[in-house]
């Protein structure tokens, strides 16, 4: 039985057997990795909160066949404190973990560009910098980016003419000049092109000075961007609280 | 692989939570070596369970009446309504013999990621019950786990406008533990619901 260290994201547990769980982590070193924490719905548990969901965890892992074990855990961040206190922030901050669990892969590749992107989404959310919806759209659009669907909001996406532009198609993977349009495409408003711009960006000024109705918009584009690249929707998309 | 009934009985004895291949085996030899007699009460229980048992019109608890035990009863305090996850929290919270109210189960907690969102609980109903005023105090025992947490913030937004008390069932360091072995959060919890114990009155905390 081999030991590794790894620092890590809950991003789900499942229950298993009379008082264990199966914690799915997004590991800095080995991506998705499935680990079994033994005895840790017990209440007399020497886990207690460290494998909950949004906790930021030094682990200590044994390999085992088929799921590792997890053998010792140390909080590196709770983030898990400050969003379940906050209803918008938890709801958001759920829909982060779906997505990264569905863009990493579990085949033991170091997934170090998309462990700090959640990390750092995360400490954004529960220090509060901005708004919920606004730190989602930004992490999913960053997110999608570093697995290799990084979408186009500053020029044409298919012949690279300078925008902006008006139409959006994503299929094309983002917005398309008046010549290379397409049927299907919407038009968003220049305001909502914008902040998707500055979203994926990190442009925060922009982003937070934006108005309700781009805010609506372009999360529903990013929305839709992101269901296509999935093949289908995220459950908790649903029931984020905007 | 067995033949027939005797493969079915450990097929589906095999997809009972908790039960792997082995066991079902197991008790599917132990149901084939008992007497008839036992064996036909145990088939005749199942299917009784499925027929008569379902939930309380007012609290949702488990019954085979209309009404469950605890609401049926005149002697339970009814100003007093406490709100759990599951009606297997109300079995824990009676044996403790501390708490003489009433119940409301909303059948599990707000977990975006598995699907569940506010909609898919026993909210509405909560708030319907809270409408005549009978009630004065709200006291929110869900898990004391991430998805626990926010359903209990979800549900005090949505009392506070309703002018009725609520309170939160305490946690912090299990009894029988070491404080050394405690986590982060819990051992803040602990903190941060700590109980005045004599000595000059705590100043108000900010």
Redesign the interface.
């Known amino acids: 039985m081999s030991l590794y260290r790894d620092q890590a994201v809950v991003l789900?547990t499942h229950k298993l057997?009379?008082a264990d769980r199966i914690i799915t982590l997004l590991a800095r070193e080995r991506g998705l990795v499935r680990a079994v924490a033994k005895g840790v719905r017990k209440?007399?548990s020497?886990?207690?909160?460290?494998l909950?969901?949004?906790m930021h965890v030094d682990l200590q892992l044994a390999e085992g066949r088929s799921l590792d074990t997890i053998t010792q855990a140390v909080?590196l961040s709770?983030f898990?404190?400050d969003?379940?206190?906050?209803?918008p922030s938890?709801?958001a901050g759920?829909?982060m973990?779906?997505t990264a669990e569905r863009l990493v892969d579990g085949d033991g590749e170091p997934a170090v560009q998309q462990y700090q992107l959640l990390v750092g989404a995360l400490n954004a959310l529960a220090m509060r910098r901005h708004s919920p919806g606004l730190i989602l759209d930004s992490y999913q659009l960053r997110a999608l980016s570093v697995a290799g669907y990084a979408p186009t909001f500053a020029a044409c996406a298919l012949c690279g003419l300078e925008g902006p532009h008006r139409n959006f198609h994503v299929p094309s993977g983002g917005t398309l000049c008046d010549r290379c349009r397409v049927p299907g495409s919407s038009t968003p408003a220049a305001a909502t092109v914008e902040l998707l711009g500055a979203l994926l960006a990190g442009d925060w000024p922009v982003a937070d000075t934006s108005d309700d109705r781009s805010r609506r918009d372009a999360s529903g584009l990013v929305s839709a961007y992101l269901s296509w690249h999935l093949e289908r929707g995220l459950?908790?998309l649903?029931?984020?609280d905007r | 692989m067995y033949d027939g009934v005797i493969q079915d009985l450990i097929d589906e004895l095999g997809s009972l939570p908790g039960v792997g291949p082995k066991s079902a085996q197991r008790i599917a030899f132990h149901l084939l070596d008992a007497d008839p007699e036992d064996v036909r009460r145990f088939a005749a229980v199942l299917v009784q369970v499925k027929e008569k048992v379902h939930f309380c019109s007012i609290c949702g608890n488990v019954t085979e009446d209309t009404e469950c035990r605890i609401c049926a009863d005149a002697r339970r305090d009814p100003t007093v309504l406490c709100v759990v996850e599951e009606s297997k929290d109300i079995l824990a919270i009676e044996r403790t013999r501390e708490f003489r109210g009433r119940y409301h189960v909303l059948g599990g907690a707000i977990s975006p990621i598995a699907g569940i969102g506010p909609d898919q609980l026993r909210i509405r109903e909560l708030l319907q019950r809270l409408g005549d005023g009978t009630v004065t105090e709200v006291i929110i025992a869900t898990d004391p786990n991430l998805e626990g947490e926010a359903t209990a913030t979800y549900l005090l937004r949505m009392l506070a406008p309703l002018g009725v008390r609520v309170s939160k069932l305490a946690s912090g360091l299990p009894v029988g533990g070491d404080l050394e072995y405690a986590d982060e959060v819990t051992l803040g919890r602990a903190f941060e619901g700590r109980l005045s114990v004599g000595g000059a009155p705590a100043e108000p905390r900010p």
């Open positions: 789900r057997g009379e209440t007399s020497r886990w207690g909160a460290r909950e969901p949004f909080t709770a898990a404190k969003l379940g206190a906050d209803y938890y709801t759920s829909a973990l779906e459950r908790s649903a029931h984020v």
